[in-house]
């Protein structure tokens, strides 16, 4: 079971976390229905004995606070849709950084800043037990029907953490069990009931995919997260051109070209800006210290996540059209757009149709589909 878990209060947590060791689908998104696929190995047992939950008054939330709550639970929700397939279909090209996840993500309502966990607690039924609030779709608690809305009560039968440290706490706990077995037997509270669950641990990219809050068309990879902004979201038209730029940062990760390049703590410190609540936009005026990339490093991460692409059953014809229009409309010398960091559009676009031509043939010819 992969648990995702970063320092609380100051950062607002994101999607798709991977501490090494375990990572939880991190999705700020709405609880789900609680009726389980009938397909669900679960059973009832003697229920477990938890803290107990002091109910706490109703807490009162501004409508500017509800309603800019609501829009990072969507904007992160189709982050992480999108990006999904892209991390469970592609351990083979994430090389080093694969690694086995429960495949959900668990929140508390101290995972948002202060000044979103009245909303929290209100719109997302969070308190103070780490509850689903993502399952991604494949992976081994999806199978088993983990669903969003869950409560965690134990795993392998210890009790998991509550509180505002929750997160951290339960990555701990569950660091060696995730190292050491095949799957874990996970105790929920749905409806009531406590359930017992048998998790398949599922081999997946262990990439974090995090919202940027700027209106600034980017995205930034640092080796092991991902970013898009809130200006790239609202840029791409559909789910396969926001995955063409998804799998685009994986691999730059994938490559390890922010390590090579030695720009990774530039590049992280740029990301846990932007995930703020209110970020510090001027720290990422211009291209915020980052070198642009080169011709061939770039065409390298076009042809690696075209391939990521399509192993996840995206489109990829349209990648060079989109890429193209991207690079008219957000040209170089729009600083803090993202051709500005990968200028060499025309190199890119001669790699890509490369690629296309490749894939399509690999396709064809019924061959893995590698690089």
Same mark, same amino acid.
């Given at each position: 079971?992969?648990?995702?878990?970063?320092?609380?209060?100051?950062?607002?947590?994101?999607?798709?976390?991977?501490?090494?060791?375990?990572?939880?689908?991190?999705?700020?998104?709405?609880?789900?229905?609680t009726?389980?696929?009938?397909?669900?190995?679960?059973?009832?047992?003697?229920p477990?004995?938890?803290?107990?939950?002091?109910?706490?008054?109703?807490?009162?939330v501004?409508?500017?606070?509800?309603?800019?709550?609501?829009?990072?639970?969507?904007?992160?929700?189709?982050?992480?849709?999108?990006?999904?397939?892209?991390?469970v279909?592609?351990?083979?090209?994430?090389?080093?950084?694969?690694?086995?996840l429960?495949?959900?993500?668990?929140?508390?309502?101290?995972?948002?800043?202060?000044?979103?966990?009245?909303?929290?607690?209100?719109?997302?039924?969070l308190? +103070?037990?780490?509850?689903?609030?993502? $399952?991604? !779709?494949? #992976?081994?608690?999806?199978? &088993?029907? /983990?669903? =969003? *809305?869950?409560?965690?009560?134990?795993?392998?039968?210890?009790v998991?953490?509550?509180?505002?440290?929750?997160e951290?706490?339960?990555?701990?706990?569950?660091?060696?069990?995730?190292?050491?077995?095949?799957?874990?037997?996970?105790?929920?509270?749905?409806?009531?009931?406590?359930?017992?669950?048998?998790?398949?641990?599922?081999?997946?990219?262990?990439?974090?995919? +995090?919202?940027?809050?700027?209106?600034? $068309?980017? !995205?930034? #990879?640092?080796?092991?997260? &991902?970013l /898009?902004? =809130? *200006?790239?979201?609202a840029?791409?038209?559909?789910?396969?051109?926001?995955?063409?730029?998804?799998?685009?940062?994986?691999?730059?990760?994938?490559?390890?070209?922010?390590?090579?390049?030695?720009?990774?703590?530039?590049?992280?410190?740029?990301?846990?800006?932007l995930?703020?609540?209110?970020?510090?936009?001027?720290?990422?005026?211009?291209?915020?210290?980052?070198?642009?990339?080169?011709?061939e490093?770039?065409?390298? !991460?076009?042809?690696?996540?075209?391939?990521?692409?399509?192993?996840? *059953?995206?489109?990829?014809?349209?990648?060079?059209t989109?890429?193209?229009?991207?690079?008219s409309?957000?040209?170089?010398?729009?600083?803090?757009?993202y051709?500005?960091?990968?200028?060499?559009?025309?190199?890119?676009?001669?790699?890509?149709?490369?690629?296309?031509?490749?894939?399509?043939?690999?396709?064809?010819?019924?061959?893995?589909?590698?690089?």
């Open positions: 079971m992969h648990v995702v878990v970063e320092p609380t209060g100051q950062h607002r947590r994101s999607s798709l976390i991977a501490l090494g060791v375990a990572a939880l689908l991190s999705a700020c998104a709405t609880p789900a229905p009726t389980a696929p009938e397909s669900v190995q679960a059973s009832v047992t003697k477990l004995t938890p803290p107990a939950i002091v109910a706490s008054p109703a807490p009162v501004s409508s500017a606070e509800e309603t800019a709550l609501r829009q990072l639970v969507s904007l992160q929700d189709r982050l992480d849709r999108v990006a999904g397939p892209l991390l279909n592609n351990p083979a090209l994430c090389k080093r950084n694969a690694r086995r429960l495949g959900f993500t668990a929140k508390t309502k101290y995972s948002y800043s202060t000044e979103f966990i009245p909303a929290a607690q209100k719109l997302l039924n308190d +103070e037990r780490l509850r689903v609030t993502g $399952v991604l !779709a494949g #992976s081994g608690a999806d199978k &088993v029907g /983990v669903l =969003r *809305g869950d409560s965690l009560i134990a795993v392998n039968n210890k998991l953490p509550q509180g505002a440290n929750a951290r706490q339960a990555a701990s706990l569950l660091a060696p069990m995730v190292t050491a077995r095949g799957n874990v037997k996970l105790t929920v509270l749905r409806e009531n009931r406590q359930i017992v669950l048998d998790v398949p641990l599922t081999m997946a990219c262990a990439f974090r995919i +995090e919202l940027g809050n700027t209106d600034a $068309v980017n !995205a930034y #990879s640092d080796g092991y997260r &991902v /898009v902004t =809130r *200006g790239m979201l840029y791409v038209k559909s789910d396969k051109e926001l995955a063409y730029v998804l799998a685009r940062e994986m691999a730059h990760n994938a490559l390890s070209h922010p390590i090579r390049l030695r720009s990774s703590a530039t590049i992280a410190g740029v990301i846990d800006n995930i703020r609540i209110n970020p510090d936009l001027g720290m990422v005026n211009g291209t915020a210290g980052i070198k642009p990339y080169s011709q490093i770039d065409a390298a !991460a076009d042809v690696t996540g075209l391939f990521m692409a399509a192993r996840a *059953g995206y489109d990829i014809d349209g990648a060079s989109f890429w193209q229009g991207l690079a409309q957000y040209p170089v010398a729009a600083l803090n757009g051709t500005a960091l990968h200028p060499a559009t025309a190199y890119r676009i001669a790699a890509l149709d490369k690629a296309t031509s490749d894939l399509h043939a690999k396709e064809a010819m019924q061959k893995p589909l590698l690089p």
